[in-house]
């Protein structure tokens, strides 16, 4: 048995711990990404340009000559003397190459229609109009039969562009008439009409000018024949739309 003194001794109180202290974790940086690099889209070759130019004016004579039906790329492609799978390489389809003539033709056309909101003369307005219009009967033929086949035939390709296009552009050009109608410049018509035969004479000269030069006894209609026309229909339009006073 242990004595008294030993059993009321204090037991011994083990060390303490010292407390553990976790490292601190280093904030993890990523890494920044690199500023995305634009690539410019490559310049379009001046080789390409003037072939897409070359294969729209062949096609522009065969859809002139044979209309959409009876038009083909092998045809094309053989008038330019390459391949069809190398004219494909520039228009995917036939659609594709027939509605980029009828855009082309378009856009000179409507770029003539504006000649009637440029100044504010109507005598000259219209001398500019109709002469833009001859100038495209004499020079490009050809769209004009193009242009004309698809109408016949219903537009079957082309209605959506001829009323999305050609539409506004009229409305647009009708109401300059009608401003200068009750200005009291001209005499107040049916203008839309007005646009019609304008249109319709001025393209006679591409769609029946080989009737036109056979009556005349020649191969075909030349300047002086498209200058006396033009002066004749700017005379006739003028005199229309004067005021009777």
Do not use: C
């Amino acid at each position: 048995m242990k004595p008294a003194a030993e059993q009321g001794a204090a037991r011994p109180v083990p060390p303490a711990r010292a407390p553990v202290v976790k490292a601190a974790r280093a904030p993890v940086v990523k890494a920044a990404r690199p500023p995305a690099v634009k690539v410019a889209p490559r310049p379009v070759r001046a080789a390409r340009i003037e072939k897409e130019r070359a294969i729209l004016r062949e096609a522009e004579v065969q859809f002139a000559r044979y209309g959409f039906e009876g038009a083909s790329l092998e045809g094309t492609a053989a008038a330019l003397g390459i391949s069809r799978h190398n004219l494909l390489y520039y228009f995917p389809s036939k659609e594709q190459l027939y509605r980029r003539v009828l855009d082309d033709v378009m856009t000179q056309w409507l770029a003539g229609m504006g000649a009637l909101a440029v100044g504010d003369d109507p005598e000259a307005a219209l001398a500019r109009y109709i002469s833009a219009k001859m100038r495209s009967s004499r020079e490009r033929p050809d769209g004009s039969k193009t242009f004309i086949k698809e109408v016949i035939a219903g537009a079957p390709h082309y209605a959506d562009a001829i009323t999305g296009r050609v539409g506004p552009a009229l409305a647009a050009d009708v109401r300059v008439f009608e401003r200068w109608a009750r200005q009291g410049r001209i005499a107040k018509v049916d203008f839309t009409h007005l646009m019609f035969v304008i249109w319709a004479v001025t393209q006679a000269y591409a769609d029946l000018a080989p009737q036109f030069a056979l009556l005349l006894g020649k191969r075909r209609l030349d300047a002086g024949d498209f200058a006396r026309a033009q002066a004749l229909i700017t005379r006739l339009v003028l005199a229309g739309l004067k005021r009777g006073d």
